[in-house]
């Protein structure tokens, strides 16, 4: 069974830009979450996903947006960015249904670097 | 509402020697549990996860965490630590009313010395 695939697996963007990162969940899991990633804040949560519905947001700025298609994979958006929105970009997925245990299965990552 | 400590953002070990990473958490309801860990430029993968079942759970390579209530630790163990083991570990607490609720500590970053 193929995990959860991110791409691209590094980038680099100037400030101003946009970018756009791509998760793919494991075959089954209809819900993804995203999650940024630095040293100095730690592992924050941006959004989740259900079968096509954002469902839970974190605490970040409109330019931060996401969408799932229906076939589960999902996208985020950064618009504008700012050096620091350099960042690991992690997705996970997790299937729903198993007692609600929380269980994330993640990918490797996006990182992405600002400059 | 809940949280989660990690006590130590270090823990530097020698290979064969215990390993013990503290993590207290707060919750406002019966939490479920959990370690990650994430080795560098990687994703975090799950070691092991407290769901109300034994309250001592054992995770993949020989990693286990003891759920004490009492306390509102669940620290993570190894009996010998491994070079590979070598990451970044994090304690992550889950609650309320549903898992999407989930809180993760800071991460406390193992190093094992040969």
């Known amino acids: 069974k193929a995990g959860v695939t991110q791409t691209p697996r590094y980038l680099i963007k100037t400030r101003g830009q946009q970018v756009t990162l791509s998760c793919s969940p494991i075959s089954g899991h209809r819900s993804v979450s995203w999650y940024q990633q630095t040293p100095g804040q730690g592992l924050q949560f941006l959004f989740e996903?259900?079968?096509?519905?954002?469902?839970n947001k974190g605490n970040f700025p409109g330019r931060f947006s996401g969408r799932q298609f229906s076939n589960s994979r999902s996208e985020m958006n950064v618009s504008t960015l700012e050096l620091g929105d350099s960042a690991l970009y992690l997705c996970?997925?997790?299937?729903?249904?198993?007692?609600?245990?929380?269980?994330?299965?993640f990918g490797e990552g996006s990182r992405l670097t600002v400059l | 509402a809940q949280s989660v400590t990690q006590l130590d953002s270090h823990v530097s070990v020698s290979e064969g020697t215990p390993v013990l990473l503290r993590c207290n958490y707060s919750s406002s309801y019966s939490p479920s549990l959990f370690w990650y860990v994430q080795h560098p430029n990687k994703g975090l993968q799950l070691l092991l996860k407290y769901t109300s079942a034994a309250t001592l759970v054992k995770g993949i390579n020989g990693f286990e965490a003891e759920f004490k209530k009492s306390e509102t630790s669940f620290h993570l163990t190894k009996p010998s630590a491994h070079m590979s083991d070598a990451a970044e570990y994090f304690c992550?607490?889950?609650?309320?009313?549903?898992?999407?609720?989930?809180?993760f500590g800071s991460g406390t970053r193992l190093q094992v010395q040969p």
């Open positions: 996903y259900f079968s096509e519905t954002q469902r």
């Open positions: 996970a997925s997790s299937l729903e249904g198993r007692g609600g245990t929380g269980e994330l299965f």
């Open positions: 992550v607490v889950s609650g309320g009313t549903g898992r999407r609720a989930l809180t």
